[in-house]
């Protein structure tokens, strides 16, 4: 297992595209986390799935932002419309909860920059 | 709300000095306790945790203690090397589906 990945690595688009982000969770996860993280910023939560259903959604996902997670196995998250405010590092995360205890796997992230 | 506070950066240390990272936490319940290291234009990688009061996380040569009295879990080291250099970020876990994240502390290690 190469643990959690993500694709494309960097993305710049013009204000007003449209992107789409994918993530490959660890295989055995059942769950996926994306978070956004700004320059000089801790990561912050967006949403998570467990299996196929998205179970959260944070205030900072705006109506822009969709992500799905369709058989329970890879994610994309896309966001429409963009602006430059969206300029960050998106995150991926995986996760296999066991009793109560859980901890979360990173990918290496997508780079976003929006012009 | 949860949050965690971490001691503010950068941090510039010569290589060998010891080193501690601040954090302490606001949580309701029993968080789990994390320390996560980006090194530059990376995601995070685990370093360590600790699940319970007086819990020590260990690796690398990096310590954590779980402190619930003082609410802390700071990161020490006896002695870094350059290639530590990176950002350190606290973090915890109080309901298993919401990380919360401090803004992270740089540290750079010169030889």
């Known amino acids: 297992d190469t643990g959690v990945s993500q694709d494309p690595r960097h993305k710049i688009t013009k204000r007003g595209q449209n992107v789409t982000f994918r993530c490959d969770p660890i295989?055995?996860?059942?769950?996926l986390y994306w978070y956004r993280q700004t320059l000089g910023q801790g990561p912050e939560f967006l949403t998570y799935f467990q299996n196929e259903a998205q179970l959260e959604k944070s205030r900072l996902l705006s109506d822009r932002f969709s992500a799905e997670r369709p058989k329970g196995s890879f994610s994309t998250l896309e966001i429409q419309r963009t602006e430059q405010g969206d300029s960050a590092m998106y995150l991926c995360?995986?996760?296999?909860?066991?009793?109560?205890?859980?901890?979360?796997?990173f990918g290496p992230g997508t780079r976003l920059l929006v012009l | 709300g949860n949050s965690v506070t971490q001691m503010e950066g950068p941090v510039t240390l010569s290589e060998e000095a010891f080193l501690t990272i601040n954090c302490t936490y606001t949580?309701?319940?029993?968080?789990?306790l994390f320390w996560y290291v980006q090194y530059p234009g990376e995601g995070l990688q685990l370093l360590l945790k600790a699940t319970k009061a007086d819990d020590k996380g260990s690796n690398k040569g990096f310590e954590a203690t779980y402190r619930k009295e003082t609410t802390s879990f700071h990161l020490e080291k006896g002695s870094v090397q350059v290639s530590d250099s990176a950002v350190y970020f606290c973090?915890?876990?109080?309901?298993?589906?919401?990380?919360?994240f401090g803004a992270g502390t740089r540290l750079t290690v010169k030889p």
């Open positions: 949580a309701t319940g029993y968080p789990s």
């Open positions: 973090a915890l876990s109080a309901n298993n589906n919401d990380m919360r």
């Open positions: 995360a995986s996760s296999q909860r066991q009793g109560y205890l859980e901890t979360q796997y």
């Open positions: 295989s055995e996860h059942n769950r």
